[in-house]
């Protein structure tokens, strides 16, 4: 004779919900637990969280317990009284729903008449996915649009490079500036290696090499492969970023030859 699956109950209630609408402990739970029975269901554990704000799932002990057994796959299903006593944030929701998704827990919702036990109810899930994913694209998308308009604006939209400061947010030479010009100029006229040259002024071999290439020192501002006039000033000249090009260039190739 095979188990039953077993499910967990999550209730909910403030002080205030429960002065506001009379929806008790109690009341959800024994709503729950019939529920969850009448579908073939054994019971796992009630997981309880009194008196918590519904604004944010990671500072509710019972909740963070029961989605890290969700994970643990120590049930098959959750079941809720009502969306909000879940959560009020519509991310969070998402969030949560998707890892339930990806953990193969089916999740039911019984006011809001939502549940994954059925071929219906799994469709949900993949509409929740589908604006999931949509929004987040649609924010990448304008965090994009956003950075690529100060940039043509001239403006920063990476970090502050070695050499420079954010003042009124624009970029200007910083105390220390006189290090960029030091640092190609060494590079370009002595035979010094790039471990000899990262060691000297305090940088990793990576670090220098994105010194040495870094267009922003030409009071350009690059962003998704385009390249436009910054609104701040140059600390090298185009010669002298040019030669050290070459010479970079050189020093790559000899390393290639076998």
């Known amino acids: ?10 209730v909910r209630v403030s002080t205030e919900d429960q002065a506001k609408h009379g929806i ?19 019971i796992y554990k009630i997981y309880k969280d009194e008196g918590k704000s519904a604004k944010d799932i990671k500072h509710r002990r019972e909740m963070v317990q029961m989605l890290s057994d969700a994970e643990a796959r120590k049930f098959q299903a959750i079941f809720i009284y ?14 949560t729903i998707e890892k339930l998704k990806e953990w193969n827990i089916d999740f039911v919702s019984l006011q809001d008449k939502i549940e ?18 949509f929004e987040r694209n649609v924010t990448s998308e304008r965090t994009r649009f956003t950075m690529g308009v100060k940039a043509k604006d001239g403006n920063l939209v990476t970090r502050v490079p070695l050499g420079y400061k954010i003042v009124n947010k624009k970029l200007e030479p910083a105390e220390n500036s006189y290090i960029i010009q ?12 790039l471990t000899q040259l990262a060691k000297k002024y305090g940088l990793s071999v990576n670090g220098l090499k994105k010194v040495l290439t870094n267009q922003t020192y030409l009071g350009k501002i690059k962003f998704a492969g385009q390249l436009s006039q910054g609104s701040h000033n ?12 070459e010479k970079l260039n050189k020093v790559k190739n000899s390393l290639d030859e076998p």
């Open 182 to 193: 030091e640092i190609y100029q060494t590079f370009l006229n002595n035979d010094i290696s």
């Open 234 to 245: 140059p600390l090298v000249s185009q010669e002298l970023f040019n030669k050290v090009q």
């Open 116 to 133: 994954t036990t059925s071929a219906t109810g799994k469709l949900m899930f993949h509409i929740v996915s589908a604006f999931a994913e």
């Open 1 to 10: 004779m095979n188990a039953k699956p077993l499910a967990a109950i999550y």
């Open 24 to 42: 008790s402990l109690q009341a959800q739970e024994q709503a729950l637990l019939n529920y969850a029975k009448a579908l073939g269901y054994d």
């Open 82 to 95: 009502k969306l909000d006593r879940f959560s009020r944030s519509l991310m969070d929701l998402i969030t």
